[in-house]
């Protein structure tokens, strides 16, 4: 894919890029991410893709992680009980309820710390790419970065994380022209080429 790129930029007014693709091969790819090391070289490509054709703005989004567990964790308990968690991880830290704590201790004690840390995992990696991301369209490498919200629970993890998001964008006073936060997933590319004059 990244030849592919190389190759056809000279051709092209501008670059949209799905991050899940180049970095995971996917968007179903990237919610079994395993934190394989390539998102610091995929970054790194980005760059150098900017240096060598500055003329050529480069339009990039990606998908936050949904709250459904990947599909590599299957047992049905596990995958239950990592949506409860993640709801009452972010219920947790809105309403500070003690009974909310006392079983959100519960459920960790009854997550397998393997499936528990994968899940988590993910979104950690997920929001230091997001971030790196955001701060790149701050820099000009990146046109404009926009990640969508593949999810419309009221609260879970994938919530924390877009919030996390847009403090970091308000605090690095990043301009909505260069970095966006939406819901949606599949319609994402699309409308990056209404930025595409």
């Not at 190389?6 to 890029?17: G, M, P, T």
């Not at 693709?21 to 893709?49: I, K, M, W, Y």
């Not at 909310?100 to 201790?105: G, Q």
Request: aromatic fraction near 6%; proline fraction near 5%.
């Amino acid at each position: 894919l990244r030849s592919w790129i190389e190759k056809n930029i000279f051709s092209a007014d501008a670059v949209i890029l799905s991050v899940d693709q180049l970095l995971h091969g996917g968007l179903l790819a990237a919610r079994e991410a395993d934190g394989s090391g390539s998102e610091e070289a995929t970054l790194a490509f980005v760059r150098e893709l900017h240096r060598q054709h500055p003329d050529k703005p480069i339009y990039a989004f990606n998908i936050l992680p949904r709250i459904h567990p990947p599909a590599s964790i299957d047992d049905y308990e596990d995958r239950k009980n990592l949506i409860k968690y993640s709801r009452l991880t972010e219920e947790l830290a809105v309403f500070d309820n003690p009974a909310d704590l006392e079983e959100l201790r519960q459920l960790e004690g009854t997550i397998p710390l393997p499936v528990l840390e994968q899940y988590n995992k993910l979104y950690e990696e997920n929001s230091r790419l997001n971030e790196k991301l955001c701060l790149m369209a701050s820099q000009g490498i990146l046109e404009k970065i926009i990640i969508g919200q593949d999810d419309s629970e009221d609260f879970g993890i994938p919530n924390m994380e877009k919030l996390q998001l847009q403090r970091l964008i308000k605090v690095q006073d990043i301009s909505d022209s260069r970095a966006v936060i939406t819901r949606g997933a599949d319609e994402v590319a699309l409308s990056l080429l209404t930025d595409i004059h």
